[in-house]
């Protein structure tokens, strides 16, 4: 249960790249990021009336990490890559965080976990078609995100939340109010949005950030950063699985190839886990109360 729970980030999240194709192209990446951001945490807020899980400082640095930065960065990307380019560049967390772990922690990588993280992004690498240019903005945006989203990861890990339903909620919220400022600054006042945008709007408030961002930080928790970081490696085989199916993207041989490699290393971590537990008892009984 705890493996399918945590899945649901990665696709949810490869979806981003589908839904910004076919439903909010129009709208500007920095006001998406706020409306992405903003009213799912409110929903979440609504539905639970919970206090700050953390102290203040704390809550304000992890939201600014882990929503605010990041979300800034991602529709940057998001808007100038391919889903496959920034998927690619995504899949780079694992081997982030295990070196940030080690250079904040002392912690070296486990000989096992970096076999897992370099077999998935060789995989991850593959997905990328070879004629695609690359934008360096893009591209820039995308690497700087995921070591924002890394350092977040290892301080939520660190900090021990016991509310992640809670946490979950006043990141989106706190770091939905620091993008405005930003998004007005770039991108001016607001755009009206379109009747065409509503299915996408809901799609990435409800599922991909409210579900996903619950079902990510609660999966820290109990399964740990480092295994949860190997799979997200789902996030890029999502993003080429519904550009395939929805925006007519096609894969050749070796993308195939990348995909077995991808699904490799997810059969040989669960396979490795059997028999460990590496659920905290109380973490579990926070993250589904």
């Known amino acids: 249960?705890?493996?399918?729970?945590?899945?649901?980030a990665?696709?949810?999240?490869?979806?981003?790249?589908s839904a910004v194709a076919l439903f909010l192209a129009d709208l500007s990446p920095y006001w998406m990021a706020v409306w992405r951001a903003l009213p799912a945490g409110l929903l979440m807020l609504l539905i639970s009336r919970r206090g700050l899980p953390l102290s203040v400082p704390r809550m304000l640095a992890v939201s600014f990490f882990n929503i605010a930065a990041f979300f800034l960065l991602l529709f940057v990307a998001?808007?100038?890559?391919?889903?496959?380019?920034?998927?690619?560049?995504?899949?780079?967390?694992?081997?982030?965080?295990?070196?940030?772990?080690?250079?904040?922690?002392g912690k070296r990588p486990q000989l096992k976990m970096l076999m897992l993280a370099l077999l998935g992004l060789a995989g991850v690498g593959l997905l990328l078609n070879p004629s695609t240019d690359i934008d360096w903005v893009g591209a820039g945006a995308m690497l700087a995100a995921t070591v924002f989203v890394a350092q977040s990861t290892l301080w939520m890990k660190r900090w021990?939340?016991?509310?992640?339903f809670g946490l979950t909620a006043w990141q989106l919220v706190i770091g939905g109010v620091m993008l405005i400022p930003f998004a007005w600054l770039l991108a001016g006042?607001?755009?009206?949005?379109?009747?065409?945008?509503?299915?996408?709007?809901?799609?990435?408030?409800?599922?991909?950030?409210?579900?996903?961002?619950w079902a990510y930080i609660r999966s820290i928790t109990?399964?740990?950063?480092?295994?949860?970081?190997?799979?997200?490696?789902?996030?890029?085989?999502?993003?080429?699985?519904?550009?395939?199916?929805?925006?007519?993207e096609t894969l050749q041989p070796m993308q195939w190839v990348g995909i077995g490699l991808i699904l490799a290393s997810l059969v040989w971590m669960?396979?490795?886990?059997?028999?460990?537990?590496?659920?905290?008892?109380?973490?579990?009984e926070a993250s589904v109360s």
């Open 1 to 8: 249960m705890h493996y399918l729970i945590a899945v649901l």
């Open 10 to 17: 990665p696709i949810f999240w490869g979806s981003t790249y």
């Open 78 to 105: 998001a808007y100038r890559l391919p889903g496959a380019v920034a998927g690619t560049l995504g899949a780079t967390l694992p081997l982030v965080l295990m070196l940030l772990q080690w250079l904040t922690e």
């Open 160 to 164: 021990e939340a016991k509310d992640i």
């Open 189 to 213: 006042p607001p755009q009206a949005i379109s009747l065409q945008a509503v299915p996408g709007l809901i799609w990435v408030i409800v599922l991909n950030t409210a579900v996903g961002y």
């Open 222 to 248: 109990v399964l740990g950063p480092n295994r949860q970081s190997i799979i997200m490696f789902l996030n890029p085989l999502t993003a080429v699985t519904l550009g395939v199916l929805w925006v007519n």
């Open 270 to 284: 669960k396979w490795s886990d059997r028999g460990a537990r590496p659920v905290v008892k109380q973490a579990v």
